[in-house]
């Protein structure tokens, strides 16, 4: 996996080097440069040995479906319109978890174990989400 620019503590934003991949149509996630465990949610301190050496890194945004769950009903502004939309959760190639959702445009119904891949959705203002599409 690439590794990203930036470290913990060098950049004004903690998810920066995230926002920039993503902008790029690439899935980045933490990695533990002490012992190569990627991470996720975001974090300051590797949740498998403890280390703090925590950069950004590639991923390949491919997985399979761990859990998944229909949303009927909001209050977000950014689902209007989008209902219903099933939440998934991934277990990402780099065996990490990554909560997420469906793209809009997925209406095929979706079983644990399906494999997917990583796409992006930009919200109203524009900015790109990680959402996943069922693979063929």
Do not use: M, N
């Amino acid at each position: 996996a690439r590794t990203l620019v930036w470290t913990a503590g060098t950049s004004p934003h903690p998810l920066l080097a995230a926002q920039q991949a993503a902008e790029r149509g690439v899935l980045a996630l933490q990695r533990c440069e002490s012992c190569d465990t990627y991470l996720a949610p975001v974090r300051s301190r590797c949740s498998s040995c403890g280390g703090t050496r925590i950069a950004w890194a590639e991923a390949s945004g491919s997985g399979r479906v761990w859990s998944h769950g229909r949303l009927q009903r909001s209050f977000l502004p950014e689902h209007e319109g989008k209902l219903p939309l099933t939440l998934v959760w991934v277990e990402l190639d780099e065996r990490v978890r990554f909560a997420s959702r469906l793209a809009a445009t997925e209406h095929a119904p979706v079983h644990t174990g399906d494999r997917v891949s990583v796409v992006f959705e930009p919200l109203a203002d524009g900015t790109p989400v990680p959402v996943f599409r069922l693979e063929a």
